[in-house]
């Protein structure tokens, strides 16, 4: 042990995502990832449309990346005391409920994706004095959706008696997946510190992003008491030091949700500078600066990051798909066209294209900047010349038809307000960017010169350099930042081409809304462009049939006579 090299700085990052949970180790000097581990998370779906994860696992998951990353520092000679902090970023709005007292998760962790909460979210509009789904949205930047934390911790409190008696007696805490860590790693039921960073606050609906505090007539809305909520910190700062484990006593000092770290990530610090991260969702984040714009086009206004207790808050403007690598996955799982993601590259290829066929993935509605919980996957154009290789290559480009779509309301926004948007490029970052075709048909799709950073761990180093500020290792001005380098595509196809697929892509949004609504509702939740009956969804198609049978009748009453 006392020839292990104990001279570097590293900084460590917990990147808890949806799919799996990793600890990286980063150099504090060049940036650059010293060593990692990765497990995969199990999903449960106890009913269509129901997302759940144990807590427990996320916890245990954490504990095995970090113990097998620190054996791999050991065998690379490096001491594990050269690890001076550790940042986090997680999978945001996932809800948890967990008893103070105990420290057990008082029901398994509801997932950003799940839709259970649709009747919820109904009863919250018809609450609202203009059953107005936006009612919030200059308070909090977020409308009434299944997406965001309150709504899911409302349901349980609904149908969860565990639940609801903790919240009442004071013993139940809620968070999302990064304060649910931190209580743990800082002691648990041993003097656990009960924290969250601004930006996973900022996405529970519960937080006022202009006083950035929790705000009372949001939470008497909802009826839920403030005692079971953690304390709101800034992205970098001390939040208390590791209690077990190989890296006992190392201060946690960073911590954002994974979409604000990538922004961090990939250095957009400037108003207008923005990433996509394409994940199992896919999430485009724009810099505004230190204003918050309230979107009129559909999109979330949000906290960016906010690096210091006394830093200024920077604001984003959001656009958010639910389905982005999920569909890959979906492909590979529930159709098994494909037997490794990977290899949906190489089927869209053999295609070349999607032959007019259009996909578009509303398995739990459409987010940005549609808000449509109504929805339902729909494939359109479909022939019997159309091949598994056809459906891969429209998996591909509904991914970036709706990542165009998130642009274009995004300039929209940035425009009506005088910010530029920095367009004609955008920079990229998450797992789906190692997949070339993909990146191809983004920068043809929208136009624009695709960056594929050379760096790919841009959310957890987000995490890192948080932390590593915090802390004195990292400097962030922009004189000291390492240099990125970044892989280029640039648009090669023509512009009528995109525009006529473009169409297609809209005319089949089109088909895919009103598939989803109760069977015993008079009203739903998707807005003012659905409509209040859903039977009355049933008359364009009933009215055909009864119509063409009586046409056929007449015509058959009138062959009958002329033959007498």
């Known amino acids: 042990m006392s020839n292990l090299d104990e001279s570097l700085e590293l900084i460590g990052a917990i990147d808890q995502g949806t799919s799996s949970t990793r600890f990286l180790v980063f150099n504090g000097k060049t940036a650059e990832v010293v060593t990692y581990h990765q497990v995969e998370l199990t999903n449960y779906y106890p009913n269509q449309g129901w997302v759940e994860q144990d807590p427990m696992e996320i916890l245990r998951t954490v504990d095995e990346c970090i113990k097998v990353s620190m054996t791999n520092l050991e065998k690379m000679n490096i001491a594990k005391s050269c690890i001076k902090a550790i940042g986090i970023s997680n999978q945001r709005e996932t809800t948890i409920v967990w008893s103070r007292s105990s420290g057990k998760p008082l029901h398994n962790a509801v997932v950003w994706c799940d839709n259970r909460t649709q009747e919820t979210v109904d009863k919250l509009i018809k609450k609202t004095p203009s059953n107005n789904s936006n009612y919030f949205q200059n308070k909090c930047g977020l409308p009434i959706s299944t997406y965001f934390s309150a709504v899911k911790l409302r349901w349980l ?4 008696e565990a639940v609801n008696s903790a919240l009442e007696d004071g013993d139940g805490l809620f968070g999302t997946v990064d304060s649910w860590l931190i209580w743990n790693l800082t002691g648990g039921v041993d003097g656990g510190r009960h924290l969250t960073d601004i930006t996973n606050a900022s996405r529970t609906m ?4 202009t006083t950035q505090a929790w705000d009372e007539d949001i939470l008497n809305f909802f009826n839920i008491p403030s005692s079971c909520l953690p304390q709101v910190c800034s992205c970098a700062e001390n939040y208390g030091e590791m209690k077990s484990g190989p890296l006992k006593r190392v201060m946690i000092c960073g911590c954002l949700g994974d979409q604000h770290a990538a922004l961090v990530g990939q250095t957009c610090f400037t108003p207008g500078s923005a990433k996509n991260t394409y994940g199992t969702g896919c999430f485009l984040l724009q810099n505004v600066g230190t204003k918050p714009v309230i979107s009129k086009h559909g999109l979330l206004s949000t906290v960016g990051y906010k690096l210091g207790p006394d830093e200024p808050t920077m604001y984003a403007l959001e656009g958010s798909v639910a389905v982005a690598g999920s569909l890959v ?3 590979r799982d529930n159709l098994g066209i494909i037997k490794e993601s990977a290899d949906i590259e190489t089927l869209a290829l053999e295609a070349g ?3 007019g066929l259009v996909f578009v993935p509303a398995f739990s509605g459409l987010y940005a900047p549609y808000w449509r919980s109504d929805a339902r996957g729909t494939m359109c154009g479909i022939t019997q010349f159309h091949t598994k290789a056809h459906i891969a290559y429209a998996a591909l480009e509904a991914v970036c038809f709706q990542t165009r779509e998130i642009i274009e309301a995004m300039t929209k926004d940035s425009a009506a307000d005088n910010a ?11 797992g789906m960017t190692g997949n070339r075709l993909l990146m191809q048909l983004q920068a043809d799709i929208l ?4 960056l594929k950073p050379a760096m790919s761990e841009t959310t957890a180093l987000g995490a890192a350099m948080a932390a590593g500020k915090a802390c004195g290792i990292w400097s962030l001005k922009a004189e000291d930042l390492t240099t990125v380098t970044f892989e280029r595509f640039e648009p090669k196809a023509t512009q009528a081409d995109v525009e006529l697929r473009y169409t297609k892509w809209k005319l089949a949004v089109e088909k895919a809304v009103g598939w989803n ?3 015993c509702s008079s009203s739903t939740s998707a807005g ?9 969804l049933l008359f364009p198609g009933l009215f055909y049939i009864l119509t063409s049978l009586a046409a056929v009748y007449w015509e058959e009453i009138l062959q009958h006579y002329s033959t007498i």
Do not use: A, C
């Not at 519960?206 to 992003?209: S, V």
């Not at 003012?528 to 009355?536: C, E």
């Open 447 to 450: 136009g624009y010169t695709v």
């Open 517 to 519: 609504f109760p069977p």
């Open 157 to 160: 409190m609904d149908h969860v």
């Open 353 to 355: 294209t999607s032959g």
């Open 420 to 430: 530029e948007f920095k367009g004609r490029s955008l920079q990229v970052d998450g």
């Open 206 to 209: 519960l937080l006022n992003i």
């Open 528 to 536: 003012k462009h659905q409509t209040n009956n859903p039977i009355s």
């Open 329 to 331: 996955r979906w492909l």
